[in-house]
């Protein structure tokens, strides 16, 4: 026992002695933050001022100046073990205010990650860019930069995340894209670059995200897709893709979302039964025929053949509680027996273009319809019923009143988050129609109204707008809109056009109708902003339409007399009736001679006898 005390003394004080030196180090200071990045990150933020605490000696121990989803100004730090910290990613978004990007920000080379999404920022990309050869993520979306890409953004080539939508920069789409084969999520539309898509695409086989929209130049073909055994998600909206299909299209397995909609492609729907497993479907707008395969037609797939007037077939029958989400307007797909006569009638109509006049004809001046919201009554100067409109359409869909002939016709879904076809909000500012704005019908991509069966002659359409989802913060919706394929608003952006959210505003358009038809297209163009307040919130919102029958011309009511003609319809009135009175007297005066000159010779015949 006498032995054991000594080394039972020395454990303990080896196990102090550790506790000490673990505690000594705990009150060690934060390790620095390298200079040249300190002093570069300070550099960017005075530019943008946001310099606030940024300026203090160590940034990578503050890390986050504002850490909201919708606005944020942060960056993250490697703080290796007896080193100083270098700034690895710089995070700021939301900021409407910035609008230049610092020089200096290029001096923060060891940056893997840099979103600078939502903002204002103007100019070209410098070519500096090419020093931040780390970078991994780079998201500069929804901004307002202009100019080419500079070759020297070919030096990325560890880029596994590049998002360039929402801008106006141009020329051609980079060829150094394709040799970016570390790419998982590439997004590049609502710009003005130009196509085709370069061919080695292909190359990319590690994308799981490919979203290409809004392409002008040049065509592409299908074959720009590869064996891509990861990706779930390729969009590849009005880009410009024309021919057929190959015989044996790409192995996408894990594809769950496709969208080849407004391009040229043509040949078999059957071509596409390798992707039938997908969750959405969207070709629409192409010049796809023959039969629509009933194996693509499932209930739990969001399909879209709308536009493609050669696709011809019949619908497969479903079992009973279960509704295909399907949308086939503008095909000649045969919908006898799946549903009513008087639907089936007001679909071949928009199927032909034009109604037979004794088939579909309706008199009725006056359509309005409450997007995504039920009947409402209003008593003005001219008593108005705006429609109920409450049908969920899903991820494609249409639906028919056969009442007064309108069809609402929907297509569209955000890949990432389940899209909310109708939305409502509580309160509405600074409106005499409040109930009509507080809710309204939405759409990622394309929302069609038409009024079927119109005596032809000019008709006034009224709009109906308000902003009631992007209520807060940064966030843009923007869309376009056409009446009769006529464009009438480009990147339509209803808080401005109202002075603020919440508060409504309207569109007013004279138009002709000539085949019977009034076709209203709200869409979007790959502008705005996609996630704010949440994924999907974009596209075109209408909160109700209001459609009158405008008077005839030549029918229209007297003009109202001016007072210079009054004066002189007076005269001529007194000159007649002078000229009258003249007439009178002179038959009076002619008649007293006539009976005069009679009784002179009545007297001289007696007298003679």
């Avoid at 200071?29 to 570069?40: C, G, H, R, V």
């Avoid at 978004?93 to 600078?116: K, Q």
Wanted: charged share 15%.
């Amino acid at each position: 026992m006498a032995r054991s005390a000594p080394a039972f003394v020395a454990v303990f004080l080896l196990v102090l002695a550790l506790l000490t030196l673990d505690a000594a180090q705990g009150q060690q200071p934060f390790p620095p933050t390298d200079p040249s990045d300190a002093e570069a990150l300070h550099a960017v933020f005075r530019q943008w001022r946001l310099e606030g605490e940024a300026a203090a000696d160590n940034p990578c121990m503050k890390r986050v100046w504002s850490g909201s989803f919708e606005i944020n100004a942060s960056i993250d730090c490697n703080c290796p073990a007896f080193s100083r910290c270098r700034i690895t990613g710089l995070n700021v978004t939301g900021y409407r205010n910035i609008t230049e990007i610092p020089l200096a920000l290029f001096n923060l080379t060891e940056l893997v990650s840099l979103d600078l999404s939502n903002n204002n920022l103007n100019g070209s990309i410098p070519p500096e860019v090419g020093n931040l050869s780390k970078l991994e993520t780079w998201h500069f979306n929804n901004n307002n930069l202009s100019g080419s890409f500079p070759h020297e953004s070919s030096l990325l080539r560890n880029l596994k995340s590049l998002w360039i939508f929402d801008n106006n920069v141009e020329g051609l789409i980079p060829e150094f894209i394709q040799n970016l084969t570390s790419l998982t999520d590439l997004r590049i539309y609502g710009t003005k670059l130009q196509g085709p898509i370069p061919k080695n695409f292909s190359n990319l086989t590690n994308l799981e995200v490919l979203m290409l929209g809004d392409l002008g130049g040049n065509h592409s073909y299908f074959d720009v897709i590869g064996e891509w055994a990861n990706l779930s998600t390729l969009s590849l909206r009005k880009c410009g893709l024309t021919g057929q299909l190959p015989n044996t299209p790409p192995n996408l397995p894990k594809l769950e979302y496709l969208d080849l909609t407004s391009n040229n492609l043509s040949g078999s729907l059957r071509l596409l039964l390798p992707y039938k497993n997908s969750s959405f479907i969207y070709i629409g707008e192409n010049s796809f025929s023959e039969r629509l395969p009933p194996e693509i037609v499932q209930h739990n797939v969001s399909l879209d053949v709308s536009y493609n007037r050669f696709v011809n077939g019949s619908l497969p029958t479903v079992l009973a509680g279960q509704k295909l989400s399907i949308n086939y307007i503008g095909t000649s797909v045969d919908a006898n027996g799946t549903v009513n006569s008087e639907i089936l009638t007001i679909l071949n109509c928009l199927r032909m273009k034009g109604c037979n006049g004794s088939s579909v004809t309706t008199d009725h001046a006056t359509f309005s319809i409450n997007c995504g919201g039920k009947q409402i009554d209003y008593s003005d100067q001219m008593p108005t019923v705006f429609s109920e409109d409450l049908t969920d359409l899903g991820g494609a869909g249409f639906n028919v009143n056969t009442t007064s002939h309108w069809v609402t016709s929907h297509v569209g879904s955000d890949p990432f988050n389940k899209s909310a076809g109708i939305v409502n909000i509580d309160n509405i500012l600074d409106s005499d129609m409040p109930e009509l704005y507080k809710t309204a019908r939405t759409s990622t991509s394309s929302l069609r109204y038409y009024v079927v069966g119109l005596v032809n002659g000019k008709y006034t359409v009224k709009l109906f707008f308000a902003e009631i989802v992007i209520t807060d913060g940064p966030g843009r919706r923007l869309f376009d809109i056409d009446i009769q394929n006529q464009n009438i608003r480009k990147d339509f952006d209803i808080t401005k056009e109202a002075g603020g959210s919440r508060k409504g505003t309207n569109i007013t358009q004279e138009v002709s109708v000539n085949n019977s038809i009034l076709e209203i297209h709200l869409y979007w163009s790959g502008r705005g902003t996609c996630c704010i307040p949440y994924k999907g919130a974009y596209g075109p919102l209408v909160s109700a339409i209001k459609v009158t029958r405008s008077q005839d011309p030549t029918i229209s009511p007297p003009r109202a007399p001016s007072s210079d003609s009054a004066r002189q319809d007076e005269k001529r009135r007194g000159v007649v009736a002078g000229i009258a009175a003249l007439c009178i007297a002179a038959a009076v005066i002619s008649s007293s001679v006539i009976y005069l000159w009679w009784k002179w010779v009545s007297l001289v015949k007696r007298s003679m006898a």
